[in-house]
């Protein structure tokens, strides 16, 4: 059918549809608050809004590594490193005073984290989404972010089973910095790394569009908001395995014998209600808010895409070792890359580059499994 032939959307049924939309977003919101509490209520708005910033404006990771990577475009690298400035700006004064009622994205930096980093980087790249982009893509009705999320789920889950056998492989004591002095490192250190990709890139790409600055400064302002309601910093990766975690449960595969799962505080969560799990309440805001942006852009009428065989085996495959990576990492972009560095753990420096070493092979990885350039 030629483009002329499509009949152009009524506008009065495009306003109500957009109308139910944002009702149906603000009436789950609110279902959940009232079930749950508000704080709970308030972290599904929180969720929406990760979800429609990135989707909203374009806004991932995977996308700008691959660019930064084969073009030398620094744009969307140098929106993360923006705002995971403006978000440590706020973080750290908030960690230091707060005692125990905040806590932040710290990790240990080892042989497994390092390891995992450098597969999830390149896994990213084949399936052009980490671990908040697998979750837009879906919502956004991407059939390989379809495909990808339930082993995603599943590989967090298998992660988190053998997590405690990886890190006794060896591992670094937890390096955190914190403070005035911590803060200061840190954004020295975000500058070098900006000034280092400007001037590997060409002189017409030095800059940062105008929608990516928005974008980083809506996403700093939600990940300060999940911090102060949630009481630590927005991650991806463990409720991704807890909704496995779930559904091994509930058809029969034991949890208790795994070192991690068996923790009391975990065999707690499989128990209660998703709606009172913060990371699972982001990711399905998440998931809401890319489905909101793309019905409101009257998306969904995208065609499956033709790739061969390899390639959707890849995206299972690739899927799964998103999820068991990230685990063993201690998180993907977001939970250690974006919220790592932004409380001032040594280990999101430590992921960041190993995963983008792993992303430069995964760019080169995907035209040999069909997947495109």
């Given at each position: ?154 590989g967090s889950f298998a992660g988190a089973y053998n997590l ?17 002095s911590g803060l200061i490192v840190t954004l020295a250190a ?184």
């Amino acid at each position: 059918m030629s483009q002329a032939a499509i009949p152009a959307a009524p506008i009065g049924a495009s306003t109500v549809t957009r109308a139910a939309l944002i009702g149906a977003a603000l009436a789950f919101a609110l279902a959940v608050a009232l079930f749950a509490g508000a704080r709970y209520g308030l972290l599904i708005l929180i969720g929406l809004g990760f979800g429609i910033t990135l989707e909203g404006f374009r806004f991932g990771f995977a996308g700008p590594w691959r660019r930064m990577i084969v073009d030398r475009n620094p744009d969307g690298l140098l929106g993360h490193l923006l705002s995971i400035g403006v978000v440590a700006l706020v973080a750290f004064p908030l960690l230091s005073g707060a005692g125990d009622e905040l806590i932040g994205a710290y990790a240990p930096v080892g042989f497994a984290m390092v390891g995992g980093a450098f597969v999830f980087g390149a896994a990213m790249q084949l399936v052009m989404g980490c671990g908040s982009g697998t979750l837009v893509n879906a919502g956004s009705g991407n059939a390989i972010g379809v495909l990808t999320l339930p082993f995603f789920a599943i590989g967090s889950f298998a992660g988190a089973y053998n997590l405690i056998w990886w890190t006794n492989l060896g591992s670094l004591p937890t390096v955190v910095f914190s403070g005035t002095s911590g803060l200061i490192v840190t954004l020295a250190a975000l500058a070098a790394v900006a000034a280092f990709v400007l001037w590997l890139a060409p002189p017409e790409l030095r800059r940062i569009p105008r929608r990516y600055v928005w974008a980083s400064l809506l996403l700093a302002f939600f990940a300060i908001l999940n911090l102060i309601v949630a009481g630590q910093p927005w991650g991806v990766v463990y409720g991704l395995g807890l909704w496995a975690a779930k559904g091994a449960s509930a058809i029969g595969i034991p949890t208790e014998p795994s070192a991690f799962w068996g923790i009391a505080s975990n065999q707690q969560r499989i128990a209660d209600s998703l709606l009172t799990d913060v990371t699972s309440l982001t990711n399905l805001g998440i998931i809401g808010g890319a489905l909101l942006v793309t019905a409101w852009r009257q998306g969904f009428a995208q065609k499956l895409p033709s790739y061969p065989a390899r390639a959707w085996v890849t995206a299972i495959v690739a899927g799964f070792l998103l999820g068991y990576s990230s685990r063993i990492a201690f998180g993907c972009n977001v939970g250690a890359f974006f919220s790592g560095i932004s409380t001032g753990s040594l280990h999101g420096w430590a992921w960041f580059a190993a995963a983008f070493a792993g992303s430069a092979v995964g760019v080169r990885l995907r035209p040999r499994l069909g997947l495109g350039g």
